[in-house]
């Protein structure tokens, strides 16, 4: 077996090759003058089980081409398996056509990766609204993975959290803040409505109110984007009177000013996974990909 990182990959791929007792090379990428890119394997592959690692978030556009001709061509040169780790999966929360002739580019992506000549695709905490079960767009060799329980152990294990409640910040969240819940020993958990106003604000408001009230809260959610719907939760949970609020994200995009704003929250803790890389990417998802290549490889 051997890990190939593209070109957001490394970070993971190295140490995920460590627990895999791989070679880890990285892929050469190059941009030509025109904007398209170049894509080659440094190694011979015939043969062998690749595990090609990337994280499409940042740059989405170019990191999808990237990762098709990588792919691809892995799969020319006749390598015997190829799991492709994605860690993060962008457009996914485009996933209905909320206005008419709009792209429903959820649907559209995952019917690209779909179509590549891969044994099995792994990700993290996919953004799943109207698709509960990925398995339904993806097919049945798509594997999403949480970084969930460790982000809350993270926090469990550099606090002290009496009395603490779990938050998410809307209802498709709820999925996490179950998963937050079970981790810390089933503390109680609540998600909040949320309405989207612009694509860097949101509003608010809680379901039940009385539940976080001299509480800490642990807000849980899958995306920092512009980190609107953190800022807002926040300010909304102060009012309510938590005593003290944590916040953990799988994927810390943080766009433009984002880390910014979510600073000046003066919160307790911050932390995301390592699936995008960030100032506060503190928990490392290596491991948990490492225990599931394993399982599917000896299976
Ligand atoms: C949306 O429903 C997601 O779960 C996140 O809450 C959202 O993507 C965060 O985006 P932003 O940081 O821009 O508010």
Request: with cysteine.
């Amino acid at each position: 077996m051997i890990v190939l990182g593209g070109s957001e990959g490394a970070h993971i791929g190295f140490e995920l090759s460590k627990y895999l007792r791989a070679r880890y090379y990285d892929i050469e990428v190059k941009e030509f003058p025109d904007g398209e890119l170049y894509v080659r394997i440094p190694v011979d592959v015939g043969g062998l089980d690749v595990v090609y690692v990337n994280s499409l978030a940042k740059r989405p556009n170019d990191l999808l081409v990237e990762t098709v001709l990588s792919l691809e061509t892995i799969a020319d040169l006749g390598a015997r398996t190829i799991y492709s780790v994605l860690t993060y999966i962008p457009y996914a929360r485009q996933d209905s056509r909320f206005n008419p002739g709009e792209a429903v580019s959820a649907l559209v992506i995952a019917k690209l990766l779909k179509s590549l000549r891969v044994d099995r695709i792994y990700t993290f905490d996919l953004h799943l609204h109207r698709f509960r079960d990925p398995r339904q767009v993806f097919g049945d060799n798509f594997v999403n993975l949480t970084a969930v329980r460790d982000l809350v152990k993270y926090i469990s294990t550099y606090h002290k959290l009496d009395d603490c409640v779990i938050v998410g910040p809307d209802e498709e969240s709820e999925q996490w803040a179950k998963i937050a819940s079970e981790e810390l020993g089933g503390v109680p958990y609540t998600v909040m409505e949320k309405k989207r106003i612009s694509a860097s604000e949101v509003v608010v408001e809680p379901r039940n109110p009385d539940i976080v009230r001299g509480r800490a809260a642990i807000v849980v959610d899958d995306i920092i984007s512009t980190g609107g719907t953190i800022v807002e939760t926040v300010r909304v949970l102060r009012n309510l009177g938590v005593r003290e609020v944590y916040v953990a994200v799988t994927h810390a995009i943080l766009a433009g000013r984002a880390y910014n704003r979510l600073v000046q929250l003066e919160l307790q803790d911050l932390v995301a996974s390592d699936t995008v890389l960030s100032p506060i990417s503190r928990v490392r998802t290596a491991p948990i990909l490492a225990r599931s290549i394993s399982t599917s490889a000896s299976s």
